[in-house]
């Protein structure tokens, strides 16, 4: 692959899901560092003392920052929820050009459990939350861009996409360590958010809207930290929440994204391919001498 310039993001607004935490809060303080105007989106509105982070908490450091944000408290299970969140960006900022589909179901007794044992409530949950409002979320954005003149589309997806680039992909682990990977409904949703960028390209690109699949890998993040401290997983296989952050940025501002849409990416990867730096703000003081 290329590596392409960068366009400046000064005054372009994006939305991103799932950013009170995590990848998500990594990415929206980039983007702000940009110059972008950024519209946050969770359910985490109150501290919870089982997992840090609230949307609250993220405004605030884009704030300190000197830059443009709102949050916006939101259930992507709810459709009335989805439609808020756009025409809160629309009020506030004007438009969308940027869309992250971030967020995604991980959290609570879904997460481990055996196919046999998925209830069609779980199952359905995943499918609403992975697919079901990154796809409802598209269709409200895509007219605002089209009339913007384009926009970009970043949809953050799992290992169990097409990304290994061989005649197979790795066989499918059950469990690392007493980390069970026994996600069936967060697989299998993943890979229809996957085909859905694939399905949606061509259309897209006759609109001027890029739409681009990422696969952060095992990302260092809160929940990651916790499944360490309680599964006795090994952190040093886990990358920086910077990394993925790095990548969606890099997608969602680079010059020509036409020989990336529809296709699917590994953020750790492409990021060294291509030759991409960290921002320096996100490279640990030890490697900055």
């Known amino acids: 692959m290329e590596r392409h310039r960068e366009q400046d993001l000064t005054g372009?607004?994006?939305?991103?899901?799932?950013?009170s935490r995590g990848v998500g809060k990594q990415a929206a303080i980039g983007f702000a560092r940009?110059?972008?105007?950024?519209?946050?989106?969770?359910?985490?509105?109150e501290a919870d003392a089982s997992l840090p982070g609230t949307i609250g908490e993220t405004l605030q450091e884009i704030e300190m920052l000197g830059g443009q944000a709102i949050a916006v408290a939101t259930d992507l299970a709810e459709e009335a929820?989805?439609?808020?969140?756009?025409?809160?960006?629309?009020?506030?900022f004007g438009g969308v050009d940027i869309l992250v589909n971030n967020a995604a179901a991980t959290t609570g007794d879904i997460w481990g459990?055996?196919?046999?044992?998925?209830?069609?409530?779980?199952w359905l949950y995943q499918f609403a939350v992975n697919v079901h409002a990154p796809f409802t979320l598209t269709q409200l954005c895509v007219p605002i861009m089209e009339?913007?003149?384009?926009?970009?589309?970043?949809?953050?997806?799992?290992?169990?996409?097409?990304?290994?680039?061989?005649?197979?992909?790795?066989?499918?682990?059950?469990?690392?360590?007493?980390f069970s990977l026994a996600v069936p409904g967060y697989y299998s949703s993943k890979r229809a958010l996957d085909r859905f960028g694939n399905c949606m390209a061509a259309e897209f690109y006759a609109?001027?809207?890029?739409?681009?699949?990422?696969?952060?890998?095992l990302v260092a993040t809160e929940l990651v930290a916790i499944r360490v401290r309680e599964k006795g997983l090994d952190p040093s296989?886990?990358?920086p929440m910077a990394v993925p952050a790095r990548m969606i940025i890099y997608f969602s501002a680079c010059e020509d994204p036409w020989e990336y849409t529809g296709r699917l990416f590994w953020a750790e990867r492409e990021m060294e391919a291509m030759g991409i730096e960290l921002d320096s703000e996100d490279v640990p003081e030890a490697a900055q001498t």
Do not use: C, W, Y
Not at 34 to 44: H, I, Q, S
Not at 81 to 92: G, T
Not at 113 to 122: D, G, I, S, Y
């Open 237 to 239: 296989v886990a990358v």
């Open 147 to 178: 009339k913007r003149g384009g926009g970009r589309i970043i949809s953050l997806s799992t290992g169990s996409g097409e990304v290994f680039r061989q005649a197979e992909e790795p066989p499918k682990l059950g469990a690392v360590g007493q």
């Open 113 to 122: 459990k055996p196919f046999m044992a998925l209830t069609r409530e779980e």
């Open 81 to 92: 929820d989805l439609k808020r969140l756009v025409a809160e960006a629309v009020d506030r």
């Open 34 to 45: 940009r110059g972008a105007k950024v519209v946050l989106a969770a359910r985490t509105v």
């Open 12 to 19: 372009r607004v994006v939305i991103i899901t799932g950013a």
């Open 207 to 217: 609109k001027n809207i890029a739409i681009i699949g990422l696969h952060p890998g």
